[in-house]
């Protein structure tokens, strides 16, 4: 069974910057896509980056030039590098791990099998 820990999250003004950690166990990393998505009060979980297990990248609009998703399989885990941040980046940050072995970078919820518990972030402006 995969678990994953995710950890990084805080409150940080806008304009700022944080790192989000997602630590995996459990299973082959290396032959894992993984992803980030986020999940606003009374609002659905959407995709915010993706990274495949070959190295392929997928980032959505509204975090594009300002999220840097990053992958250490010595270490099992899967980075969010956050800059720019604003308000609107509030969220609670979950991450998820596919482990199909697809090529092609996944930025739908319903494509990842395994999810953590998930970090708050908080922008305020």
């Known amino acids: 069974q995969v678990q994953l820990v995710e950890s990084g999250g805080g409150l940080v003004q806008a304009g700022g910057s944080l790192r989000l950690s997602c630590a995996a166990s459990g299973g082959t990393f290396s032959s894992y896509g993984m992803g980030w998505f986020r999940q606003a009060p009374g609002k659905e979980r959407e995709f915010v980056a993706a990274i495949s297990w070959i190295g392929g990248r997928s980032y959505s609009d509204s975090v594009k030039g300002r999220f840097t998703i990053s992958r250490d399989n010595a270490k099992n885990t899967v980075y969010l590098q956050m800059n720019s941040l604003k308000p609107e980046d509030t969220a609670g940050y979950y991450c998820?791990?596919?482990?199909?072995?697809?090529?092609?970078?996944?930025?739908?919820?319903?494509?990842?099998?395994?999810w953590g518990q998930g970090t708050q972030v908080t922008v305020s402006s």
């Open positions: 998820a791990a596919d482990p199909s072995l697809r090529t092609v970078v996944r930025t739908s919820k319903g494509d990842y099998d395994y």
